[in-house]
């Protein structure tokens, strides 16, 4: 009896933590799966279409579906690498990226290419697509502004936050109604933990993953992410992920 007891205590336990790692959204259109891949990269699922983000620096995309639309959101190696785009790309696919990528794109892939600058939108594969400004604030940024694109995704209803390689900008503390963010976290290249928090709780999506927080310095302090931004509203559904497969 006593076993059968504990048995059930750890298949309990075990649904608990699946239910605790989901990573689906219900839409209007199905459920939204989110696949972290590594760093910045990620993939978004719903029905039949794909979305990858910034495929790049090995990411491993083996075992999703090929892409209807691939985001591309700044020129860094970590954003933008022209092999692994090329090595997931489908006949059909989209890129959506700035200018300043579009630039650097070989002739083949330029062809596959719509270009958004920062307040721009399109509809792609039943996506709306809006660019978004990231930077860095300060003289000399890394990330100047108009270079690169975060992105609001409209999903089945939803909306869906990239915040690439950014700050907590007055552009992504303006956000309204989003329902899923990504939030980079790296210094000296983004921003720190607080920041991030502070940010997060100005635009209160419903759900936000910390992403992109490898920085010069190993990695960023997600757990402490967390707990800023859940005692500042407990309702922010802070998922923790490994970006970094390995580490």
Not at 47 to 56: H, I, L, M, R
Not at 73 to 86: L, R, S
Not at 201 to 226: C, M, T, W
Request: hydrophobic letters at 45%; one cysteine or more; proline letters at 6%.
């Amino acid at each position: 009896m006593q076993l059968r007891v504990f048995a059930l205590c750890i298949l309990l336990g075990a649904t608990r933590l699946m239910a605790q790692s989901t990573d689906a959204v219900p839409t209007g259109k199905g459920t939204l799966t989110v696949h972290p891949v590594q760093h910045a990269s990620l993939a978004l699922t719903i029905g039949n279409t794909t979305v990858y983000a910034d495929p790049a620096g090995g990411a491993d995309f083996k075992n999703l579906p090929s892409p209807d639309v691939i985001l591309v959101t700044d020129i860094h190696g970590d954003h933008f690498d022209t092999a692994a785009i090329a090595k997931v790309i489908a006949p059909n696919t989209v890129l959506v990226v700035p200018e300043a990528v579009a630039a650097l794109l070989p002739a083949a892939l330029k062809a596959k290419a719509v270009v958004l600058h920062n307040g721009a939108q399109s509809m792609q594969a039943g996506i709306g697509i809006k660019a978004i400004p990231m930077y860095n604030l300060g003289a000399s940024p890394r990330h100047p502004k108009g270079r690169g694109n975060g992105y609001v995704l409209t999903i089945g209803g939803k909306q869906v936050y990239l915040s690439g390689d950014t700050q907590g900008i007055p552009e992504m503390k303006a956000l309204k109604n989003i329902d899923v963010a990504f939030v980079c976290m790296n210094l000296p290249y983004t921003m720190d933990v607080k920041e991030a928090a502070a940010a997060v709780l100005a635009f209160k999506p419903k759900i936000v993953y910390p992403y992109h927080y490898r920085g010069q310095n190993g990695l960023s302090d997600i757990n402490e992410f967390k707990a800023l931004v859940n005692a500042g509203d407990k309702n922010i559904d802070v998922r923790l992920r490994n970006w970094y497969p390995g580490k």
